[in-house]
């Protein structure tokens, strides 16, 4: 299957790789899930999940799961735009941010249909600069993904104008060859921590 997955059947087909990976995923990996949610909530006081906001596929808001990485209390912004991000990132989080595995509840979102395997990564609420940018290249319309062209080609380093215009690529180039690269090129990424600043 190289075609693009622009077209009804790839959709389908796109959407039922994703179904197959997530419900695997969140299976297999239930040991490391429960053993990370354990970990999150003995080191600092608060919930092991914390829900964010996001911009999910037609510019609607979503709650997005992530292992909570960060202090409460914690500014809901971006993450390299705080100043003093060191200061709310606990030990524990710096980790799981390195190595991707705060991001692994997501597949949850994936399974529900909020998510993809493979998409634009889902802009904060408040993200207005970034979702002006995708919305006017038509990104909108991609589920936002767990990773993507843009995730694995400089990730947090960078600029919003770079992350758009790389997945405005991905857009016009997709295909179920190219998202298995992505995820091919994701699990490499997190094993060196490439392009992750906090």
């Known amino acids: 299957?190289?075609?693009?997955?622009?077209?009804?059947?790839?959709?389908?087909?796109?959407?039922?790789?994703?179904?197959?990976?997530?419900?695997?995923?969140?299976i297999l990996l239930s040991p490391v899930l429960v053993a990370v949610a354990l970990a999150v909530r003995l080191e600092s006081r608060g919930p092991a999940l914390h829900w964010s906001r996001r911009i999910g596929r037609g510019n609607s808001l979503f709650a997005m799961p992530k292992f909570r990485t960060m202090r409460l209390g914690a500014p809901d912004v971006a993450t390299h735009l705080l100043s003093d991000?060191?200061?709310?990132?606990?030990?524990?989080?710096?980790?799981?941010?390195?190595?991707?595995?705060?991001?692994?509840p997501q597949l949850w979102s994936v399974l529900t249909g909020d998510m993809s395997l493979v998409g634009p990564r889902p802009a904060l609420f408040n993200q207005d600069d970034l979702v002006a940018l995708r919305t006017a290249a038509g990104v909108e319309v991609l589920r936002p993904g767990l990773t993507g062209w843009a995730q694995v080609n400089g990730r947090d380093?960078?600029?919003?104008?770079?992350?758009?215009r790389l997945d405005a690529d991905y857009l016009a180039r997709r295909s179920f060859l190219l998202d298995l690269k992505i995820i091919a090129l994701t699990g490499m990424a997190a094993v060196t921590g490439h392009g992750v600043r906090h």
């Open 1 to 26: 299957m190289t075609r693009t997955l622009g077209t009804a059947g790839g959709s389908v087909a796109k959407r039922g790789f994703d179904i197959m990976v997530a419900l695997a995923g969140l």
């Open 85 to 104: 991000a060191g200061d709310w990132i606990t030990p524990l989080g710096a980790f799981l941010r390195r190595t991707s595995l705060d991001e692994l």
């Open 157 to 164: 380093a960078l600029p919003i104008a770079d992350k758009a």
